[in-house]
């Protein structure tokens, strides 16, 4: 059974920084796209980066130039280096990746963590 664990949510005064970190465990055969999306109280769930198996990466203009999204494929981890947090970036964070396993070992399928609280005081 493949799971998805996230860490390095946490408090942090506004103009500060956090790393989040998601490794995916389980019978992976292959992962595609990874990525970070997270959902405020009363809000919809939002992308907040994406990135390829290749490196190419997408943002969602309010983090454009304050966070940076990696993934180190040897260790089935993606990561999220958010900088400069603004009290707006609030919310409750969620990876995802899409996985080939061995019980669907034909096709990919979408995975995601359990998301780790980001709290950002003014």
């Known amino acids: 059974q493949v799971q998805l664990v996230e860490s390095g949510g946490g408090l942090v005064q506004a103009g500060g920084s956090l790393r989040l970190s998601c490794t995916a465990s389980g019978r992976i055969l292959s992962i595609n796209t990874m990525g970070w999306y997270c959902q405020a109280p009363g809000k919809q769930r939002e992308s907040v980066a994406t990135?390829?198996?290749?490196?190419?990466?997408n943002y969602a203009h309010p983090v454009k130039g304050r966070f940076t999204i990696s993934r180190d494929n040897a260790k089935n981890t993606v990561y999220l280096q958010m900088n400069n947090l603004k009290p707006e970036d609030t919310a409750a964070y969620s990876c995802?990746?899409?996985?080939?396993?061995?019980?669907?070992?034909?096709?990919?399928?979408?995975?995601w963590g359990q998301g780790t609280q980001v709290t950002v005081s003014s």
């Open positions: 995802t990746a899409e996985i080939r396993d061995e019980a669907t070992s034909d096709h990919f399928q979408y995975y």
């Open positions: 990135i390829t198996r290749g490196g190419s990466t």
